[in-house]
């Protein structure tokens, strides 16, 4: 059974710092591996999606990369800003379902 | 594009009651889910439809039903609300289940509380 795990489930940061936020799987056999952002009280906004072929991904200051052998997937936020507070949650599709982590909920001070 | 929409936003219930969740989607996506998030669970998938007149079992898929009628729609009933109920319902969907086609999009949620 599928199983994501993401590391670590809060993190506070000064503005400006770069930073990464790490996403593992228990199995390699995906079809992609997508990372939300989800803002209190509202719902998910798709950020980046990594087909299983692609090794990473990048959208203005987020660059996310995908190891399957490692079962591993990162998300790099480059020079952080207060308006990225909010949770982060990555997603493994293996069939029909996405299996999420519970994700990391980030704080970026001014 | 409205995208995928939610009604209604917010929804008290009391043990026993029945309701429909509603769910709908713009995009001419064929395929459609339920997830619930619960504190430290994360979310999990209720049920899903790969098109119209299909759907199946997620993970989660006990004292909830679904039908598919249309492309667009996608509502989820509560037979007998329960407060194990009680949930942040999301609706997604995707052009297809299938890989390279398959970024999923989230409606904005159904915060639901059973008394």
């Known amino acids: 059974k599928q199983e994501v795990t993401q590391i670590p489930a809060a993190l506070s940061v000064p503005e400006g710092e770069n930073l990464v936020l790490n996403c593992s799987f228990t199995d390699s056999a995906i079809y992609n591996l997508q990372w939300f952002r989800q803002d209190p009280g509202k719902g998910l906004t798709s950020l980046l999606l990594i087909q299983s072929s692609q090794r990473e991904q990048t959208s203005g200051r987020l660059n996310a990369s995908l190891d399957k052998s490692s079962g591993r997937s990162t998300l790099y936020i480059a020079a952080s800003q207060p308006g990225d507070s909010a949770t982060y949650l990555c997603?493994?599709?293996?069939?029909?379902?996405?299996?999420f982590g519970k994700g990391t909920t980030l704080s970026v001070s001014s | 594009n409205a995208g995928v929409t939610q009604t209604p936003k917010f929804q008290v219930l009391k043990t026993g009651q029945s309701m429909t969740l509603q769910c709908a989607q713009d995009?001419?996506?064929?395929?459609m889910s339920w997830y619930r998030q619960d504190p430290g669970m994360g979310l999990r998938l209720i049920h899903y439809?790969?098109?119209?007149?299909?759907?199946d079992q997620g993970e989660v898929p006990n004292g909830y039903n679904v039908s598919r009628s249309t492309t667009e729609d996608f509502p989820l009933r509560l037979l007998s609300a329960a407060p194990s109920q009680t949930s942040v319902y999301f609706c997604?969907?995707?052009?297809?289940?299938?890989?390279?086609?398959?970024?999923?999009?989230f409606g904005p949620g159904t915060r639901l509380t059973v008394l």
């Open positions: 997603a493994a599709q293996a069939g029909t379902a996405l299996i």
């Open positions: 995009m001419n996506h064929e395929y």
């Open positions: 997604a969907s995707s052009y297809s289940d299938r890989p390279t086609y398959n970024e999923q999009f």
């Open positions: 439809s790969v098109g119209a007149g299909i759907t």
